[in-house]
């Protein structure tokens, strides 16, 4: 008998809390303060890259990729809206069919993976996939060992760019970031 007079309530009070309990201009307010406060912190994005803060800003970039799929830097700091200079070297030793490199820059929000595989099949390009052109800000060519590309290139807007090496299999460890501000 107990548990029948029970149940009735339970379900009250459960509907009365999932209803929020009237105060729903309070908590309207709230939700709109949190959102605010997530638009605040998107143009941020750039300062949570650990370590951007020690790097001083330089428009002039010089990176190295090796036989070991490294890049020797994974990460720049430049001015937006300003002209930047890559040069890059391949300074490994074995073949460019092998273990050839490029830096590929690519636009934020870009999904890496997903472009890296498209890359694979791009190998008559150079693994720059022309069906995902859209997603690139620039690149330089394919190297061989001792070979450098230097290359001219605009960030617009302020945030933070992935660059990767597109040769088949690398763009998983030879990956790095660049903070425009």
Known sequence: MKKKF??????????????GGGGSQEE??????????EVAETPAAAETVPGVEDLE???????????QMKFDKDLFRVK???????????????P????????????????????????VAASDNDYIPVTSMSSIIAHTKLLG???QDEIT?????????????SFPGHFGI????????
């Open 6 to 19: 029970i149940i009735p309530f339970v379900a009250l009070a459960v509907a009365f809390s999932s209803c």
């Open 28 to 37: 309207g307010s709230d939700s709109t303060t949190e959102t605010t406060e």
């Open 57 to 67: 800003i330089s428009n002039t970039l010089a990176l190295e990729g090796n036989d």
């Open 80 to 94: 937006a809206g300003e002209e930047i200079t890559l040069t890059f070297t391949n300074v490994g030793e074995l």
């Open 96 to 119: 460019k069919e092998s273990m050839g490199h490029n830096v590929v820059i690519l636009k934020p929000g870009v999904d890496v993976p997903t472009f890296g595989n498209e890359a």
């Open 145 to 147: 060992p001792g070979e």
């Open 153 to 165: 290139f605009t960030l617009d807007a302020p945030g933070v760019y992935t660059y990767i090496c």
């Open 174 to 181: 030879m990956q790095g970031k660049i903070v425009a501000e």
